[in-house]
């Protein structure tokens, strides 16, 4: 081997082995600062851990929601809302901006022309004109700086995936409870109805017998008083279906025109509403791999840290290479004809002397946002199962309320009509059929907000434990089309 070749060759052997040095630290996973368990309430903790159980993140929308018509909402959404769809993009534009850092990996090649004139002492001058391919200033990327952006780009980039099957989480859970509540809103306009057709004839027995001289004038203000009170009910709950059904038609993103029972013709009550099945809660560390805002959290949380990997290798030298090859010529026309063939290479390495602390700075910067990303990756955690025993909670003590405010109205509903029957005979007076009346509407108020609570309790549990991101895989929404491919 000739003597001369040997630290050429130990020099591009250094390089291959540089070539694979990385400075981003070895990533571990923060331990979860949450509980072991879920906090009982009563046996409810322990349906939750039952063997073998179907994890909700497992159980697509479709199979949870039984309501056809609902089903049909959710797909209408997932079609059309606007902010599912901005999630979608940024999707689009992160993959953008990933595939511009793995450009960055690799030389890009031009091709270059150029054209000069040299000043002659005598006044003329001489031509030259270039043209070929070139190379310029492509990174030899020994320590891993351009690298280490890629990697943070495509973290980023997995992140804003995760970042759009959360929105879809919200979206589902959104249009399901506002349907729920727009049910809920009939029911309680139907109820409202009767009793107002119930106290406008009390008011018109009670208005007779004052005029005959048989009652008191107090007893007919009462009734009047109550009929108003069930008017301003009656407003006021069109007013929150109107709203109700805005914000419906908001998270849709498109006219519900025969998608809704309408206000005086309330078909379905929620009584009546098909149930959702019940998902088991699990254990709390299962909410790391189920819920999709904590996988984009530490997706940004390994961004960050590959960021930190790219601040080191900014302290070492950075090597370029600026490569061309082509002809030149003193004349154009004949410059792919008899043109001077040939090639330069121009390598350059900058080491960091003096840069008035900026690679510190950027290092400093780097660990602190990694510290942040760790702080913001356990919030997410802690959130999480916050919102979970949140949810476990509701879900118990409403289906003990349900069952009590029901009885309660019963009980009520029969008070009634003992008062109605005892005033009737003259044993009790007006004031205690109005109060008995007064309390059966309320209580039959009650009876329907606390079903609409409980069963959207269980559209919450559904969301908190990471329910409706997955799709059947014969039945894939078209808005997830744009995200399908893969870098």
Known sequence: MNKTMLPQLLAVSAAVLLVGCSMIPSYERPLAPIATSYPEYGND???????????????????????????????????????????????????AQYQIRRADQLPTVNAAFTGSRVPAANGGGTNQYNVGLAVTAYELDFFGR????????????????????TAQISLISAVANTYL?????????????????????????????FDNGVTSELDYRQAESLLEAARVAYAQQQRQRALDENALTLLVGQPLVGELPTAAAQSVSLAQAQPMIDVPAGLPSELLTNRPDIR?????????????????????????????????????????????????????LLLPIFDAGRNIAGLDSANAGRDIAIAQYEKSIQTAFREVADALATRTTLADQLQSQQAQANAEAVRFKLSDLRYQNGIASYLDLLDAQRSLFAAQLAVVQTRLAQLQSRVTLYKTLGGGWKEPVDDVPAVNAASASKP
């Open 296 to 348: 984009q959290a530490e997706q940004l949380l390994l961004a960050s840290n590959a960021n930190l990997g790219a601040a080191r290798a900014a302290f070492f030298p950075r090597i370029s290479l600026t490569v061309g090859a082509g002809s030149a010529s003193s004349r154009l026309s004949e410059l792919l004809k008899n043109g001077s063939w040939g090639w330069t290479m121009a390598p350059q």
């Open 181 to 209: 509540s727009v049910l809920a809103d009939g029911e309680l306009l139907d109820i409202t109805r009767q009793t107002l057709v119930t106290r406008q004839e009390s008011t018109r027995l009670s208005k007779l017998r």
């Open 45 to 95: 903790a322990l349906a939750n851990a039952m063997p073998g159980a179907t994890s909700a993140s497992s159980v697509a929308w479709q199979d949870f929601f039984s309501d056809a018509k609902l089903k049909r909402l959710i797909g209408l959404s997932l079609a059309n809302n606007r902010d599912l769809r901005v999630a979608v993009l940024s999707i689009e534009q992160t993959r």
């Open 146 to 165: 351009v690298s280490s952006l890629k990697e943070a780009a495509l973290n980023q980039y997995l992140a804003t995936e995760e970042g759009r099957k």
